[in-house]
């Protein structure tokens, strides 16, 4: 356990568990005389020690405080951190504040303090805070529908196709960093012009490959709203769209068709004349995955994609066998002196009768129930090596010899081997 370390040894503890390191994804990293203002945050003279801000300002921000061991984490501290979650919350909707002094942390999502592991975590950890546990599909239709009636009877949209463009064009936005939270009560002209602001500098790259985005822009700039001075529907509204967007985002996604979700809802609302498309169930198209006996290694072609049912749920399964999103965005936003390169050739993964009494998913929903704890595909490959489980030459090595890779925090690597020991794999 650290004992009587200076603020500025704290801090350079802090950076290297965290893991805070520029990455073309997110400014981090630590400091004693970087400010605010510095990092973005104009006219804020105030002193952050650490920082995890990305480019995206839809995903989530972290600002750490640090104190000397012999400080105490009290009150004070806590409004110390408190007051820059306040400031990172200027420009980010999700922010969590960390306050570290070497041996004690304390977490805040938000201004609320949570539970977290008594030991610092990877920034990852923390970042996953705000990730939404599950997905209610009956749940985003009913949104939907809510969104559908309120487009149509408060802000008077009578066009079908105009209430699903300007819906799925603030879904876009808000995944594009509109923090559209941040515009409510603002009125309707700034919370208009946000999206299609957003919408324009955000797919300014896919613009040049598809003229058909610029005619979605100015489809949205046409809509015509008979009302737009009810601010509680445009509250309402925002707060629909942005549930639906983190429920979209979330680690708990399984390749739910949300565009076909959207269609189908929205086509209740035709004339059975204007009816007639239809969407593969769900259930069809994880099953037409299984028996094409493709893996994450694949390209996946629909041709005749539609709403893109197929392609979403390969995508979705591929992420899963890749051992999560989390695992799959902390590889792709590190920098190449800070992570593995995976490579992986599914046909030389022979199992050990160890491996077939299990598998991650099991591992993973195993810990969760019994510790609370969220482990990835990566930590538990580790334990696993540890345990003489996982010899396997080709299994997630590192092509650079100075790459490095997160390592299995102690109350993980605890977690998981109880659960290697349940099933009966140790």
Known sequence: MAKNLTEDAVRDLARNILGLADSDAARAGVGQLTTFNQLGFAGVADKPDGWHLPKNKADVALVLETKATRIALGKAQVDEVLKNVRIVQTQYEKVVGVLYNGEDVRVFKGEEEVKTPDKLQHVGYYLSLYIVDNIDKERIYQLTARINNCLHFEFGIKNLYHRMIFTACALVAERYGAGLKRLKDLGYETFHTAIHSTLAKSLIASRKQNAKIDILLEEYSDIKMN???????????????????????????????????????????KKKS????IFTPEHITGFMYKILEVNMDDCILDATCGSGGFLVK????????????????????????????????????????????????EIKEYVLEHTGLKVSSLYIAQVKQ??????????????????????CPPDKEKAIKEALKHFGMI
């Open 274 to 277: 204007e009816s007639g498309q």
């Open 314 to 361: 390969a995508m979705a399964n591929m992420i899963r066998e890749a051992g999560g999103m989390e695992t799959v965005c902390l590889l792709s936003k590190l920098n190449a002196k800070q992570h593995i390169e995976v490579d992986i050739h599914m046909d030389e993964l022979d199992l050990t009768d160890a491996e077939k009494k299990a598998t991650y998913s």
């Open 386 to 407: 540890k345990c003489g489980i996982i010899e396997r030459e080709n299994y997630n090595k590192p092509k650079s010899d100075d790459a490095k890779q997160p390592q």
């Open 227 to 269: 009302s737009t001075d009810n601010q509680k529907a445009i509250n309402d509204f925002i707060d629909w769209v942005v549930e639906i967007s983190e429920c979209v985002n979330s680690n708990e996604w399984r390749g739910e068709d949300v565009m076909g979700i959207f269609f189908n809802e929205f086509n209740r609302y």
